[in-house]
């Protein structure tokens, strides 16, 4: 956990809410830097297969009248939970990168947390993945730690998903977003204010040169292969599968929550777990290790009363399952 936060805008919940953002996740200090510094943290699905991460193919940034200062080049993830740092090539270094640009490759990202730094090393904002969430883009869940919330408790937040070819369907592959919108000592401004305002999707992997406006590119998509074959259970109390079943732009594996719930993610269906109650219809998991693999295979068993007795059936088989958080 880092020992210095920020106040920094969230979107907790139903509403807006203030986090304060760990100073640690920001970029550190560049004493060689040329333009303004832009770190982009991939969400941590904690499995041995590269699936949150992916090609980032370009930043941008713009000063304050919205013309573009410079950009940085292609980086590629080396996998889950992993940490991109770009430093924009500007030609006049010192002009700050007030708004940021974020194109995506073909290679779909779940992005966690954004964040700005300036030439000088002053902290511009921290963008992340619960924006995107509530504003009507593809997420996921991450457990990966940003900060905490201003009862003191850990705050993960979701990550958003960009791809450039949307051959997983994944409706955006750019954003576009007002730095000081995000940062310290401006909650004031946005709190009263839909903070979707200050940040732009687009469906294609090009520069997004229009100013802040609101938009919306929901659609319905299919899920990839691995998501099929995966289940993610969670012990992370912030984490809800029903929240996630109950999201219409909620995108990825199946997930279990810490609560004794279960939600299909590929027809968003809500299970109860027999572990929180014995009724009708539960639903049993169980996971064995496969003999010299990392991997985990679950297997999950609808329970039903028929005649008087009680019958499991095979509901769900899964070759690879990730636990997150604490299983004590």
């Known amino acids: 956990m880092a020992l210095g936060f ?12 203030i986090i304060q953002f760990g100073l640690d ?55 889950n939970a992993d940490y991109l740092t770009y430093t924009v090539d500007q030609d006049v270094p ?20 954004i964040t700005v730094k300036m030439f000088d090393n002053s902290l511009g904002g921290a963008w992340t993945g619960d924006i995107g969430r509530s504003c009507g883009q593809s997420w996921f869940e991450s457990q990966e730690v940003a900060g905490q919330l201003e009862d003191g408790s850990v705050y993960r937040p979701s990550c958003t998903w960009l791809d450039g070819n949307h051959d ?11 730095t000081y919108s995000y940062g310290p000592d401006t ?16 469906a294609d992997e090009k520069e997004i040169k229009g100013n802040m406006a609101k938009r919306s590119n929901l659609q319905r998509r299919a899920r990839l292969s691995w998501m099929e074959q995966k289940l993610v259970i969670s012990n992370i109390p912030s984490h809800s599968a029903t929240n996630l079943c109950n999201s219409e732009t909620s995108w990825g594996p199946d997930f279990a929550d810490s609560y004794g719930m279960l939600c299909d993610m590929g027809t968003k269906t ?19 290790q496969y003999r010299n ?26 070759e690879q399952t990730s636990v997150w958080g604490d299983n004590n």
């Open 6 to 17: 920020v106040d920094a805008i969230g979107l907790l919940g139903t509403g807006l809410g």
């Open 25 to 79: 996740n920001f970029v550190p200090d560049q004493k060689d830097a040329q333009g303004t510094i832009v770190g982009i943290k991939g969400g941590d699905g904690a499995g041995a297969s590269n699936t949150l991460g992916g090609k980032i193919s370009k930043v941008y940034a713009y000063n304050s009248q919205n013309v573009q200062l410079g950009t940085a080049g292609s980086q590629t993830m080396a996998g």
């Open 94 to 113: 010192g002009a700050q990168g007030q708004y940021v640009g974020i194109q995506n490759g073909n290679d779909a990202t779940c992005i966690a947390w």
């Open 168 to 178: 997983n369907e994944i409706p955006s592959a750019a954003l576009k977003f007002s």
């Open 187 to 202: 909650s004031h401004v946005t709190l009263d204010r839909d903070a979707c305002a200050s940040t732009i999707f687009a």
């Open 270 to 288: 809500l299970y109860t777990l027999c572990s929180k109650e014995q009724i009708d219809g539960c639903v049993n998991i169980s996971t064995e």
């Open 293 to 318: 693999s990392t991997n985990t295979a679950s297997v999950a068993m609808q329970q039903r009363s028929i005649a008087k007795r009680t019958v499991s059936t095979a509901f769900k088989t899964y």
